[in-house]
């Protein structure tokens, strides 16, 4: 799956768009309308806290420095102790590590904002909505394709790969 952005200039444009992207068989779980706030999007999918937060990104980035912590803590723990022990332990403060870091990061990644949509954060405060649209890479230029010549006042921002949700 990969994530392309929409810059749209209003929410009827936006309404069509949504609209087009049903019609092509794109569920609503896949669809992300990020507005100023307090824009009334009606029936249309806003993005959740996932995409609006750099949540999931922070995570990662905890797992890895908590795992990578956890070793060397399990490593100099062995050094010390002198003697040699099962791995056991050291694979127990490994993953001990990895659990406290995705935790911790994950929660201070949901006080920043997401820093791939910061990029259109002008343009939100001034009424434009960003929509984001997760499908398969073998769908993204018919999907494109189909927004732009429709809509000729929006912007295609872009791709990039998504993360398969944790749940």
């Known amino acids: 799956m990969k994530r392309i952005y929409f810059l749209v200039p209003d929410i009827e444009t936006t309404h069509f768009i949504v609209d087009e992207l049903r019609i092509k068989g794109i569920e609503d ?21 996932f995409e609006k937060t750099d949540f999931i990104p922070a995570m990662e980035r905890g797992a890895a420095l ?24 050291v694979l127990g403060i490994l993953f001990f590590g990895a659990t406290i870091g995705t935790i911790a990061s994950g929660l201070a990644g949901l006080q920043i904002g997401n820093t791939k949509v ?50």
């Open 29 to 49: 779980r896949h669809i992300h309308v990020l507005a100023k706030r307090d824009t009334p999007l009606e029936d249309m999918p806003e993005a959740s806290v």
């Open 118 to 167: 910061k990029k259109y954060e002008e343009a939100i405060e001034n009424g434009e909505l960003l929509v984001m649209v997760d499908i398969a890479k073998d769908r993204i230029d018919e999907i494109s394709k189909v927004i732009v010549k429709h809509h000729t006042n929006v912007g295609f921002e872009g791709i990039e790969p998504i993360i398969p949700p944790l749940f």
């Open 66 to 89: 908590g795992a990578t912590t956890g070793l060397l803590a399990g490593l100099v723990g062995l050094r010390v102790a002198g003697f040699a022990i099962a791995g056991g332990p």
